[in-house]
Structures are given as C-alpha cells and as structure tokens.
Nanobody
C-alpha cells in the first residue's frame, strides 16, 4: 500500500519559514515526478511546485516563485518543500503528490502542474501564516 505522509506544517508569522517533508512508503518514486499542491478554505486545490524524477527540473507557481524550493532525497524516498518569506495568503493545507507513471520526456511540461497527473496523495499538513 502506497502512503505519502506529510509533516512540518504549523503556525508561523509572516516573513517566517517552514520546511515541509513528505515521506513515501510502499513504493519508490525514484523514476517519478512528485509535487506539492495546496488548498485554502473555500478554494480549489492549486499547484505549488513540482520536481522531475532526478531533481533536474523544478517548476513553481508564480505566486510562490522565489520564495519556495522543492527538492527530493532518493535515499530517503522523501520530498521536501522549503518555504521562506511566508505570507498570509500561503495559509492552506499542503498536499504531497506522486505520479504513478514514470517521468519520461514529453512534448510539453504542462503535466507537471496538472493536478490530474498525480495518482498518489498524502493527507495534508496545515500551514497557517499570521500577519
């Protein structure tokens, strides 16, 4: 059984930092893209960041670009999201996602930010930024 377990969320003041982790079990995602999405109350789940199978390519939503860094550790089968200079609008539940299909070259990179690309999801970790 595949499980993605997020951790690292919490309450932080605006301008502060948090590092989210997502530990995968049940399968290795070494050859697969992974991503972070978030969902604020009353809003749809939205893309935050994605990373290719080897970490060589990263993708970010415009709203977090320059403040967020996605990374992965194959040895630990773990995905990370370093978030700096947090803003109140970053308040949301953050979800880790894994692609069931191998990460192979395609004609575009749009799929990395597509919520429908990912079959495996964690339960989420809450990030609350106070202003």
């Amino acid at each position: 059984q595949v499980q993605l377990l997020e951790s690292g969320g919490g309450l932080v003041r605006a301008g502060g930092s948090l590092r989210l982790s997502c530990a995968a079990s049940g399968r290795a995602f070494h050859s697969h893209a992974m991503a972070w999405f978030r969902q604020a109350p009353g809003k749809e789940r939205e893309f935050v960041a994605a990373i290719s199978w080897n970490g060589g390519r990263t993708f970010y939503a415009d709203s977090v670009k320059g403040r967020v860094t996605i990374s992965r550790d194959h040895a630990k089968n773990t995905l990370y999201l370093q978030m700096d200079n947090l803003k109140s609008e970053d308040t949301a539940a953050y979800y880790c996602a894994g692609d069931a299909s191998p990460d192979v070259p395609r004609s575009s990179t749009d799929h990395y930010s597509d919520i429908h690309e990912y079959e495996y999801w964690g339960q989420g970790t809450q990030v609350t930024v106070s202003s």
